[in-house]
């Protein structure tokens, strides 16, 4: 009887194992780039057809329980605009700032001005798992709604002051594309900025911006945030930009900076 019982606990821990082992899903890095950018757009697909906007602007997921959110549309019904590098990009209907605001004030975001974001930034790997592709391995970049409340201002994501540049320690650290997103970049110009709303003021995110890896750091050397690699990893950001400022002539970079 013990014999028996002891044959039983065996073959349960090697199932327990070998069930563990199935649910492990590995990733490996696909050796054609391409490959890659094919799963990000798959990816993104998915992503845009399974979640929505909420009164706030939040994205949220549909849920397959709860009848509430069935007349919600998908991010992919809100007319997305692809750029030429990737990037897509969501306006947000009635969040936007006022046309002509009061006092007058360039709304315009430009490419070396200092920002102040208020929203949420993740990172996602696009796997292509038995013929299905998706987002995997969410991990938070930027938290200022769940975490302090408080906007980001001048984030080295958008724009990377000459002075860290001249610190850099190495031929990479000493270039802006280490510290930049370039999707990001490009499709945070196509919203406008509010008028330098204060920190209380209550969020209304504006958009959604969604990097496939190509748009974002791809495989390319870049800054460690949070200490985390973002090799291969698409970005979604869902945002509101509080305010811009031009930015002081010191702070700008070298054009071989930028290079």
């Known amino acids: 009887m013990k014999k028996i019982f002891l044959y039983i606990l065996a073959g349960s821990l090697c199932f327990s194992a070998c069930k563990k082992d199935d649910d492990v899903s590995t990733y490996v890095e696909p050796e054609d ?16 057809d399974d979640n929505y906007l909420d009164a706030q602007g939040n994205i949220k997921a549909f849920s397959s329980t709860d009848t509430a959110d069935d007349n919600e549309k998908k991010l992919s019904e809100l007319s997305p605009v692809t750029l030429p590098s990737g990037a897509i990009y969501i306006v ?12 007058v004030y360039d709304q315009t975001i430009k490419t070396d001005d200092i920002i102040k974001f208020m929203g ?19 991990a938070t970049f930027l938290n200022t709604i769940d975490g ?18 001249d610190a850099g320690t190495t031929d990479a650290a ?30 209304n995110l504006q958009g959604v911006i969604i990097l ?11 800054y460690p945030y949070l200490n985390a690699s973002y090799r291969n990893k698409s970005f979604v950001f869902n945002f509101q930009i509080y305010g811009r400022d031009n930015r002081p002539d010191d702070q700008k970079q070298t054009s071989e900076q930028q290079q």
């Open 33 to 48: 780039i391409n490959t890659q950018n094919t799963y990000d757009d798959q990816a993104i697909k998915k992503f845009m």
């Open 92 to 103: 947000r209907n009635g969040a936007q700032p006022p046309v002509n605001p009061d006092p």
């Open 148 to 165: 302090s409340g408080i906007p980001a201002i001048d984030p080295m994501f958008y724009y990377v002051k000459k002075s860290i540049l």
């Open 174 to 203: 000493k270039k802006a594309k280490y510290y930049q997103i370039p999707g990001f970049r490009e499709a945070l110009q196509k919203f406008k900025a509010f008028n330098n709303l204060s920190s209380e003021t209550p969020y």
């Open 212 to 222: 496939p890896s190509r748009a974002a750091f791809a495989r390319n050397p870049h």
């Open 120 to 138: 949420r930034a993740y990172s996602y790997l696009a796997v292509n798992s038995d013929g299905n592709t998706s987002f995997t391995s969410k």
